[in-house]
């Protein structure tokens, strides 16, 4: 893809920049996280601003830049599910929040205890349940995300959206996951940066002393190869393969810059007198699902030599020196 956003592209980030500055930001995150809230009302400023289908509308890649943006802004909203995997596997209509587990999942999922639809990864199939008011009960949450817990009962009424949607609704929820963490460590970065600006050691701020400025273009490199690597997935628009590389590296470039965000704020472990944490407990969260880092990693793994590693099993073998499938190892 080209690296420079087209015209276009950049009035919809402008025009939800816009929005997300009148209706989103660390104050109303940290309001809506004291009793585990979610953000109704951005969700209805999103649709009545035409973004509620915008994958459809304008591209994957539109849709990605704004799941970016949502999480930029400290959004409490399941849009990521919303605008990417839904519209991957399901038709329109369906009634949102929308949470996404995995079959056998049995920790707190993310969004769960507001949601209206949850969808459920079971292998090679996706099923959907429609849920019914306060039928996912509420868990506690320090990590910036109302959470509820999904019953066996509620699963088992899921109904199956065809065959072959499971991996439709894996890509589309790891491509949201690699969105959000972006937005969340540009967020967190851009807070550290603001506060280092002001702080004082010494007759000097602390930006200025150059080991911190090293640590901290560490932080904006692994932030934008992260968003590049995202939006090159959304762009690519199919492909397992990419999505999967994207997540892999974003959500292990988020531990990187939890802890350098954090140090470099002063904390040893996070405190909630200051809105990093906003952003950089969301990463802790992200970092758990679909596998975290080694479950997107094997994915990359799948995508690229899948077909060549189920023809060893049954009996083949790849060339001493070569990949699986006869590539040279990268």
């Not at 809506?32 to 109704?40: E, K, S």
């Amino acid at each position: 893809m080209d690296f420079d956003l087209n015209d276009e592209q950049r009035a919809v980030v402008e025009a939800i920049e816009a929005l997300l500055e009148r209706h989103a930001g660390a104050a109303r995150a940290i309001e809506l996280g004291r009793d585990g809230g979610y953000d109704t009302a951005l969700d209805a400023a999103l649709e009545a601003a035409g973004y509620g289908e915008i994958a459809t509308d304008l591209g994957l890649l539109e849709a990605v830049l704004l799941v970016e943006a949502l999480a930029r802004h400290g959004a409490v909203s399941g849009s990521a599910a919303r605008l990417l995997a839904v519209p991957a596997v399901c038709d329109a209509g369906v009634p949102g929040p929308v949470a996404l587990m995995r079959a056998g999942h049995s920790g707190p999922v993310r969004y769960a205890s507001h949601a209206n639809t949850l969808l459920i990864l079971d292998g090679d199939q996706a099923r959907r349940v429609t849920l019914r008011p306060g039928e996912c009960p509420a868990v506690p949450s320090n990590f910036g995300f109302p959470m509820g817990r999904v019953s066996a009962e509620c699963v088992g009424r899921g109904e199956p959206l065809g065959q072959g949607r499971g991996a439709r609704l894996e890509d589309a929820w790891r491509l949201g996951l690699a969105a959000e963490t972006v937005g969340c460590m540009d967020a967190a970065l851009a807070e550290t940066v603001a506060y280092l600006k002001q702080r004082r050691q010494f007759g000097q701020t602390i930006a200025s002393f150059q080991a911190v400025q090293h640590r901290l273009a560490e932080c904006a490199i692994q932030v934008e190869a992260s968003r590049w690597l995202t939006r090159e997935a959304g762009f690519v628009a199919s492909g397992s393969e990419a999505v999967a590389s994207a997540a892999a590296f974003a959500l292990d470039a988020a531990g990187h810059v939890f802890a350098e965000t954090h140090q470099l704020s002063g904390a040893i472990g996070f405190t909630r007198e200051h809105d990093l944490h906003v952003w950089s407990m969301r990463l802790h969260a992200l970092r758990q699902e679909l596998g975290g880092v080694g479950g997107h990693r094997r994915a990359v793994v799948e995508a690229r030599w899948g077909e060549a590693l189920e023809g060893e099993a049954r009996g083949g073998e790849a060339l001493e020196g070569e990949a699986p499938g006869g590539d040279r190892p990268r």
